[in-house]
């Protein structure tokens, strides 16, 4: 069973920053798309960001020019970098793979709470 590694939730204050991390196993095949879902209780999951395997990237209107999406490309992830949190960013963030060929992959989900 293919496991997606995510890291770096957390409890974070209001305006702070947390930087959250997806490694990808080699056994998911190239060319594939990474990105980071977020879900709270009753809603659906929606998109954060998303980049592309030539590295276009996409962003949520409610995270642009505070998120940046980007591949860590030595440590085989992709990295989410949020700053100036706010509360309604509080919610359970997933790691999604998308191969040219083939299903989705999700990862377990991390929590982050952004809280006073």
């Known amino acids: 069973q293919v496991h997606l590694a995510e890291s770096g939730g957390g409890l974070v204050q209001p305006g702070g920053s947390l930087r959250l991390s997806c490694v990808v196993p080699?056994?998911?095949?190239?060319?594939?798309?990474m990105g980071w879902y977020r879900q709270v209780p009753g809603k659906q999951r929606e998109l954060v960001a998303r980049i592309g395997e030539f590295g276009m990237v996409d962003y949520a209107d409610s995270v642009k020019g505070r998120f940046t999406i980007s591949r860590d490309i030595a440590k085989n992830a992709v990295v989410l970098q949020m700053n100036s949190l706010k509360p309604e960013d509080t919610a359970v963030y997933y790691c999604?793979?998308?191969?040219?060929?083939?299903?989705?992959?999700w990862g377990q989900g991390t929590q982050v709470t952004v809280s006073s």
């Open positions: 080699g056994s998911i095949l190239r060319p594939y798309s």
């Open positions: 999604n793979v998308v191969p040219a060929n083939g299903n989705p992959y």
